[in-house]
C-alpha cells in the first residue's frame, strides 16, 4: 500500500532550506520530481467530492419504467387514453423516446428483451404522434393516412417507420403472430393500448392475456359454431396467423366454442375513430 501523504506533509519537505552534505543536483531533481507525483496523487486521494455534482448513472439496457408511469396516469383500464392529459407530458414522453435512441437492442438481449422493447417503442411513438397533432378525429387524419411509412423514430443511428417495426423487428424476425394484439393503432378496433410497458419478464403473460382478451371481446370479434365474424386484423394479416385456411385453427384454442370445421369466415367492419377518453 502506498503510505498515506497529505499536503501539509509535502510542504513541509519543500520548506527545508538547509542541506549537510554536497547536492547532487541530477539526484535531487529526479527525487523532487517522484515528490511531486506522490503529492499530486496524495491530494487526489484528500479530495472532497462535490456534493453539488450529481453522481455518474449508466444503465446497460433500456429502462421502460418512465413510460409504464405515462400509461398507468394516463390510459385506463379498457385502453381509452387520455391525449388532451398526455399533450402535459410531452417532454416526458420525449425524452423516453430518446432513452430508447440511446439504448438500441444489443446482440445478446434475449427474444423476450428484444420484442418488449420494440413493442414499446412502436406503442409510444404512436402515442407521440397522435399529442403531437391532438385534437384529432382519426389517426388517419395524420399524413394522408400514411403514418405507418411516412414518420420515422430513432432508435441507435437508425430510423424506422412504424412499419418497419411491426413487420420487420417483430413479426419476421421473431415469427410471432401476437405482436398484432399489444402493438397498438390508436383506432377502435384497434387490440387495446395495455397501460403498463411491456417487460422481459412479463411480456409472454401479456401476449397470452391480451390475445386470450381480443379474441373473446365481441366487439372485436364473434365466434359461433358454424360462424366466425373476425376482426379485419385476422384478414389483413392472415399470412402471419399460418393463412386464411388456418385461421379456425388458431383461434379454436381460445375460445369455449367449438368451431365447426366448415364454419364460415367473415370480416367485420374497421372503426377508425380515435381510441380516447
Not at 370479434?221 to 386484423?233: A, E, F, G
Amino acid at each position: 500500500h502506498r503510505p498515506h501523504m497529505d499536503q501539509s506533509f509535502c510542504l513541509s519537505i519543500f520548506k527545508t532550506k538547509k542541506f549537510k552534505h554536497p547536492i547532487n543536483l541530477r539526484t535531487v531533481f529526479g527525487s523532487s520530481l517522484l515528490l511531486i507525483s506522490l503529492c499530486l496523487v496524495a491530494c487526489q486521494e484528500n479530495e472532497v467530492p462535490n456534493p453539488m455534482q450529481p453522481p455518474q448513472i449508466t444503465y446497460d439496457t433500456a429502462d421502460h419504467r418512465p413510460w409504464d408511469q405515462l400509461l398507468q396516469q394516463y390510459v385506463n383500464a379498457v385502453g381509452d387514453v387520455d391525449y388532451n392529459g398526455l399533450k402535459s407530458e410531452q417532454t416526458k414522453l420525449n425524452n423516453y423516446l430518446d432513452h430508447l435512441q440511446n439504448f438500441p437492442p444489443l446482440p445478446e438481449w434475449s427474444a423476450n428483451r428484444e420484442m418488449a422493447y420494440w413493442i414499446n417503442l412502436y406503442n409510444a411513438f404512436t402515442v407521440k404522434a397522435i399529442v403531437d397533432d391532438y385534437p384529432i378525429n382519426s389517426i388517419l387524419d395524420l399524413d394522408s393516412s400514411r403514418i405507418w411509412t411516412t414518420r420515422m423514430v430513432a432508435s441507435g443511428t437508425q430510423f424506422y417507420t412504424l412499419d418497419q417495426i411491426e413487420k420487420d423487428n417483430l413479426l419476421a424476425k421473431f415469427n410471432e403472430p401476437r405482436v398484432h394484439f399489444v402493438v397498438n393503432c390508436a383506432a377502435a378496433s384497434c387490440p387495446p393500448l395495455l397501460n403498463k410497458a411491456f417487460t422481459t419478464y412479463n411480456l409472454q403473460q401479456y401476449y397470452e392475456q391480451l390475445t386470450n382478451a381480443f379474441i373473446n371481446d365481441t366487439t372485436y370479434n364473434t365466434i359461433t359454431t358454424n360462424n366466425l365474424d373476425l376482426s379485419k386484423i385476422f384478414d389483413w394479416y392472415a399470412d402471419d396467423f399460418g393463412g386464411a385456411a388456418n385461421l379456425r385453427a388458431y383461434v379454436q384454442p381460445y375460445t369455449m366454442v367449438a368451431i365447426d370445421t366448415g364454419a364460415v369466415i367473415g370480416f367485420k367492419n374497421y372503426d377508425w375513430a380515435l381510441n380516447a377518453q
